[in-house]
């Protein structure tokens, strides 16, 4: 990965060479920790503009009021500092990634008196599935793993220990030759991929799990959501079937990260016309528009830096 100059640290901007925590970190050998995933892209104006910033902070809060971590600064001072970090660093494109994560003060399964910490870095970071998956579509398959159960772990919450099973799925499928992997509810629904919401479009309309499919309410799907609207394409919520999958006209998966990247096959059948489908392309497009600020009805999704 590309280095940056600075990472925020508990208040403070380090060099990132001595943003380090101690071995006996408490989030390190439990899981517990909540953590965001930004955007930031340059703009036509040739200025950085975080995507979707107060959504990713809110989420952020509350990941962290699911896990019961009391977070030491406000939304606004988080809000700020990731704004510094990008800032400092000068970047123009970038990823970042805010972490809410315990101490080392003390071990054990009751967090109650360990320290909570925060920290902001930030880096150029390129497509997530390849630039020829996000014109051509990726490989997929159904994962053999099980996305966590409402239950188990609360799927609301973006928290460091889900990714156990995420790293699960996607080590699998590249294993195989795949290039993601898609997973299915405790009930056998489909989730999510390993690291994006997804989508179906079938007979015109786009679906999507429900937010009770296990999956984690992504801010890339939300937006999905308002550029349908925009483009008058109709969206569902429900319940996904695998071979409602397989049967699917178009499939793409949604994350800051991967941004929109198109599925063109799952499990070995081709999806479709087997690459990029036409509703796949329009809502692709219109989503780099927006990042990049050529779409001034969707400007308040962007934040200078
Ligand atoms: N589901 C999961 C499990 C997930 O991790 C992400 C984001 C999403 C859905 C989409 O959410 P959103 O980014 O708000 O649209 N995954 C982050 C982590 C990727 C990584 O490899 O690290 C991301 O895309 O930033």
Known sequence: ??????IWLDGKLVPWGEAN???LTHTLHYGLGVFEGIRCYQTKKKKPAIFRLHEHVDRLFNSAVV????????PEEIFTAIQLVVRKNKLKECYIRPIVFLGHNQMGL????????????????????????????????ISSFTRHHVNITMTRAKACGHYVNSILAKT?????????????????????????????????????????????EGITRDSVFDIAKHLKIEVEEGL?????????????LTGTAAEITPVR????????????????ARIQKMFFEIVQGNHTKFNKWLSEA
């Open 1 to 6: 990965m590309e280095k940056t100059e600075k």
């Open 21 to 23: 925590v101690h071995i």
């Open 67 to 74: 896990l019961g971590i009391d977070i030491p600064f406000s």
């Open 110 to 141: 009751n967090p109650s008196g360990v320290d909570v910490r925060v920290a902001i870095a930030a880096w150029p970071w390129g497509t997530y599935l390849g630039d020829e998956g996000i014109s051509n579509g990726i490989r997929s398959r």
């Open 172 to 216: 699998e499928a590249v294993r195989d030759g795949y290039d993601e992997a898609i997973l299915l509810d405790p009930q056998g629904y489909v989730s999510e991929g390993s690291g994006e919401n997804i989508f179906l479009l079938s007979k015109g309309r786009l679906k999507t799990p429900a937010l009770s499919c296990s999956n984690l």
């Open 240 to 252: 996904i079937t695998r071979d409602e999958l397989y049967l699917a006209n178009e499939v793409f």
């Open 265 to 280: 096959e799952i499990d070995n059948r081709k999806i479709g016309i087997g690459k990029r489908g036409k509703t796949t």
